[in-house]
């Protein structure tokens, strides 16, 4: 049934005015599109958050999986043959909710176990426990997944965790559909984010995940680099000023033997860079 017009509230009526007179002419690139949107925010039609929002969602549906996982070497995980007694302290120590069970070696990836599926034997211990009973099949996805088909399946699927696995079948890392909802609204805290978030994170020799925000001291720090920091804090402010523009993702600088991708920026500031000390690696 159509809504008469006349039925709309006036201060509505006018947001739905200035939102059509904005796309009067249609977005032919994203480029137009992200100008029409500031426009809407500088008339105050959209606020800056949802501004973020759109472009965060945006920038999802071009990135892939490798670039926001969480690298094998930093994944949480639990080892088949441990006894209850044995993973529960580290369980407890990470508070994650739900946790990689592999079995001898880490590509030997069993299952997913769920905290909250531990807690009838932690209330009533049984000698008898087995984990393999307790498992949740584990979703495996390739590296090169874009974010926002992972983030459809995960809705889809109603999973919350996937492990990614490279080109040979061997396990890279693991991703939630937590990782990729920060990258459209942001970093999402809660009451065990208790530790700040890893500026530099390792994928394999000489390829790097870095925060654009990691301070040049602790990038000096972890690459033995001298990069001066009396311009600049930040080891983005440095590729910034490299590059002489805001650049958009897949752009390259090389400096001092370093070559630096941009994986993620959105219309202000650079957010994540992958850097490799080969400056011929090809991606």
Request: hydrophobic share 40%.
């Amino acid at each position: 049934m159509n809504e008469d017009r006349s039925s709309i509230d006036p201060d509505q009526r006018s947001w739905i005015e200035k939102l059509a007179q904005l796309f009067s002419s249609e977005p032919k690139t994203r480029d137009d599109l992200i100008g029409a949107l500031k426009v809407a925010e500088q008339n105050e039609v959209i606020d800056h958050d949802a501004l973020n929002i759109i472009d965060g969602a945006m920038n999802v549906a071009e990135m892939q999986v490798r670039e926001v996982m969480v690298p094998r070497t930093q994944m949480t995980v639990i080892k088949a043959d441990q006894s209850l007694s044995d993973f529960l302290p580290q369980v407890i120590k990470s508070a994650h909710s739900r946790y990689p069970v592999i079995g001898e070696n880490q590509d030997e990836v069993m299952g997913i176990l769920l905290v909250k599926d531990l807690l009838p034997q932690v209330l009533e211990p049984n000698d008898d426990f087995d984990l393999a009973a307790l498992l949740r099949p584990a979703t495996v996805v390739p590296e090169s997944k874009r974010l926002n088909v992972l983030l459809r399946e995960f809705r889809e699927n109603r999973n919350h965790m996937a492990i990614v696995i490279d080109e040979y079948g061997g396990v890279s890392g693991l991703i939630t559909i937590e990782d990729v909802l920060e990258e459209i609204v942001g970093e999402i805290e809660d009451e065990y984010d208790t530790e700040p978030d890893r500026y530099i994170n390792v994928l394999d020799e000489n390829d790097y995940i870095v925060k654009a925000l990691t301070p040049i001291e602790e990038f000096n720090d972890q690459f033995k680099t001298r990069f001066s920091d009396e311009e600049f804090d930040t080891i983005g402010g440095l590729v910034l000023q490299n590059f002489g523009h805001l650049p958009q993702r897949n752009e390259v600088a090389t400096i001092e033997g370093f070559r630096f991708k941009v994986i993620n920026a959105d219309n202000r500031q650079i957010h994540l860079l992958r850097v490799s000390t080969e400056t011929d690696t090809d991606e």
